[in-house]
């Protein structure tokens, strides 16, 4: 099943030329580099967005509903080899079978109307946000479904899973590892009379489980958490599902969030040890897809992540594949403070520019940190695709740029540690970039401690890879070249 090859994107279109299909799929093959790779940046880089953004003949509505794709580029000696493969998903071979849309999506509606939907609420698993790796298996996760599990050697598709049981209904695209517990740890939602919030831990030996359910006080949009070695911290926004018009299939699941900052935002504290013993309160509403890192500091826990006012950004997440009609990113890094036996929350902002996809080292997950790694706007620019990778020292409030030529356009940069760092401004970081201009995408890596100097190293793939949402390094052994 191959994507329809995508005709040359002028230069004036700019970013909007990544929101064409991907045009082939393909194993891994040798990509051309420019500069040097280091010699001690050694393994896979895996990423996953959305990659077909239409189906037959009816374009989807909004970035999220794309079908996704999982790609890789594997370096090893100075070389760089790049493959990718659309994750076939038991709803898009449906689709292929059929020869029709058959299914709504997160901002489409379903194609047979309302009757078609009425009493259900579910949209496709798209398999579009991110990655993640369990042991000596790889997955491609979207929150509206189960783990759908790829293989390690050539990114086929090998099918959805409930972890040997553990997943109910759904896994989120955003685990987190704890490295003091050998485990990482993820959560998924449950609809229902009740909706509920199910924990998962998945230790790096054993079997998954669900550690505790803990119930919501309604339906809502729940995208991100953050963990420490004692506890696991989610801000759940005030953006509500509209059951009784999703249940009449009015719309698209998109269409039924509502944003009801009169509820408040609710703080849930879980101790990983006793999850019986949450700590919970409200506080004024405000909205974030992502967090950054989080460190515990005496009896208070410091959460860093993207905030947004209110729930704006879904707008401008719709308007991206159909060149960004108006709606401006208005996410902003901030530090919040929660004393979960006070109940209380306080935040202030650390930069003050338009920013999303925050990274840190992997040696200072859970723990203490100066600096973050985003993708950034310049200013002004929050109307459009990003244009830079930027280093943020969340003590200072300084930031330090990597700024691209004109017309290319970065994704979420991915920190990798170089061999025995101790400093966790010691690496590289790595981003998928668009190039306007040739219509193709390459693999940026820069270091960490200089992104003014730029690139050092770039591996060119053949055709443009969409933008793409996540990404995880997988350092060799773990993977074989």
């Given at each position: 099943m191959q994507p329809t090859a995508a005709s040359p994107i002028p230069l004036a279109s700019g970013w909007s030329g990544a929101f064409r299909d991907l045009p082939r799929e393909h194993g891994y093959e040798p990509l051309r580099v420019e500069g040097t790779i280091p010699a001690g940046l050694e393994g896979t880089l895996f990423r996953n967005g959305p990659s077909l953004f239409s189906s037959f003949g009816e374009d989807y509505r909004h970035w999220f509903d794309g079908d996704g794709a999982v790609s890789a580029v594997?370096?090893?000696?100075?070389?760089?080899?790049?493959?990718?493969?659309?994750?076939?998903?038991?709803?898009?071979?449906?689709?292929?079978?059929?020869?029709?849309?058959l299914f709504g999506a997160y901002g489409t509606p379903h194609p047979g109307g309302p009757l078609a939907r009425l009493g259900k609420i579910q949209t496709k698993n798209a398999a579009n946000t991110s990655v993640a790796t369990w042991g000596d298996r790889l997955f491609a996760l979207y929150e509206g479904g189960l783990p759908t599990e790829l293989s390690m050697e050539d990114l086929s598709t090998v099918g959805h899973t409930d972890l040997e049981g553990a997943v109910r209904m759904t896994f989120?695209?955003?685990?987190?590892?704890?490295?003091?517990r050998r485990?990482?740890?993820?959560?998924?939602?449950?609809?229902?009379?009740?909706?509920?919030?199910?924990?998962?831990?998945?230790?790096?030996?054993?079997?998954?489980?669900?550690?505790?359910s803990l119930p919501l006080g309604g339906p809502v949009l729940l995208h991100d958490f953050i963990a420490t070695p004692?506890?696991?911290?989610?801000?759940?926004?005030?953006?509500?599902?509209?059951?009784?018009?999703?249940?009449?299939?009015?719309?698209?699941?998109?269409?039924?969030?509502?944003?009801t900052p009169s509820d408040g935002t609710e703080v849930i504290v879980v101790p990983l040890d006793d999850p019986s013993q949450s700590a919970r309160f409200h506080t004024d509403a405000f909205f974030q897809w992502h967090f950054a890192n989080a460190f515990e500091r005496g009896g208070e826990i410091v959460v860093d992540l993207v905030r947004y006012p209110d729930f704006g950004t879904n707008r401008w997440l719709g308007e991206m594949p159909h060149g960004g009609s108006g709606a401006p990113a208005q996410g902003r890094f901030h530090r919040m403070v929660l004393d979960p036996k006070r109940a209380t929350l306080r935040g202030e902002p650390r930069w003050d520019l338009s920013c999303e996809f925050p990274r840190v080292s992997p040696?200072?997950?859970?723990?203490?940190?100066?600096?973050?790694y985003v993708a950034s706007h310049l200013p002004g620019g929050e109307r459009g695709m990003f244009q830079r990778i930027t280093r943020l020292d969340v003590e200072r409030g300084e930031a330090v740029h990597a700024q691209l030529p004109e017309g290319q356009y970065p994704s979420e940069p991915i920190f990798v540690p170089k061999p025995g760092a101790?400093?966790?401004?010691?690496?590289?970081?790595?981003?998928?970039?668009y190039d306007a201009a040739s219509h193709s995408s390459h693999l940026a890596i820069l270091e960490a401690d200089a992104l003014e100097k730029g690139p050092i190293a770039r591996a060119w793939f053949d055709h443009h890879l969409p933008f793409t949402f996540h990404g995880f390094w997988a350092p060799f052994p773990r993977q074989t070249p």
């Amino acid at each position: 099943m191959q994507p329809t090859a995508a005709s040359p994107i002028p230069l004036a279109s700019g970013w909007s030329g990544a929101f064409r299909d991907l045009p082939r799929e393909h194993g891994y093959e040798p990509l051309r580099v420019e500069g040097t790779i280091p010699a001690g940046l050694e393994g896979t880089l895996f990423r996953n967005g959305p990659s077909l953004f239409s189906s037959f003949g009816e374009d989807y509505r909004h970035w999220f509903d794309g079908d996704g794709a999982v790609s890789a580029v594997r370096i090893a000696g100075g070389r760089a080899e790049g493959a990718v493969r659309l994750v076939q998903t038991p709803a898009l071979r449906a689709e292929h079978a059929a020869g029709r849309r058959l299914f709504g999506a997160y901002g489409t509606p379903h194609p047979g109307g309302p009757l078609a939907r009425l009493g259900k609420i579910q949209t496709k698993n798209a398999a579009n946000t991110s990655v993640a790796t369990w042991g000596d298996r790889l997955f491609a996760l979207y929150e509206g479904g189960l783990p759908t599990e790829l293989s390690m050697e050539d990114l086929s598709t090998v099918g959805h899973t409930d972890l040997e049981g553990a997943v109910r209904m759904t896994f989120s695209a955003h685990p987190h590892r704890v490295d003091e517990r050998r485990a990482s740890y993820n959560f998924g939602m449950r609809y229902g009379r009740v909706t509920e919030l199910d924990l998962f831990e998945l230790p790096d030996t054993g079997v998954a489980r669900r550690l505790a359910s803990l119930p919501l006080g309604g339906p809502v949009l729940l995208h991100d958490f953050i963990a420490t070695p004692r506890h696991l911290v989610f801000f759940v926004s005030p953006v509500r599902v509209r059951v009784f018009r999703a249940m009449l299939g009015m719309g698209s699941f998109s269409d039924n969030l509502a944003w009801t900052p009169s509820d408040g935002t609710e703080v849930i504290v879980v101790p990983l040890d006793d999850p019986s013993q949450s700590a919970r309160f409200h506080t004024d509403a405000f909205f974030q897809w992502h967090f950054a890192n989080a460190f515990e500091r005496g009896g208070e826990i410091v959460v860093d992540l993207v905030r947004y006012p209110d729930f704006g950004t879904n707008r401008w997440l719709g308007e991206m594949p159909h060149g960004g009609s108006g709606a401006p990113a208005q996410g902003r890094f901030h530090r919040m403070v929660l004393d979960p036996k006070r109940a209380t929350l306080r935040g202030e902002p650390r930069w003050d520019l338009s920013c999303e996809f925050p990274r840190v080292s992997p040696l200072v997950e859970g723990k203490p940190y100066r600096f973050a790694y985003v993708a950034s706007h310049l200013p002004g620019g929050e109307r459009g695709m990003f244009q830079r990778i930027t280093r943020l020292d969340v003590e200072r409030g300084e930031a330090v740029h990597a700024q691209l030529p004109e017309g290319q356009y970065p994704s979420e940069p991915i920190f990798v540690p170089k061999p025995g760092a101790t400093k966790e401004d010691e690496g590289w970081l790595l981003s998928p970039i668009y190039d306007a201009a040739s219509h193709s995408s390459h693999l940026a890596i820069l270091e960490a401690d200089a992104l003014e100097k730029g690139p050092i190293a770039r591996a060119w793939f053949d055709h443009h890879l969409p933008f793409t949402f996540h990404g995880f390094w997988a350092p060799f052994p773990r993977q074989t070249p």
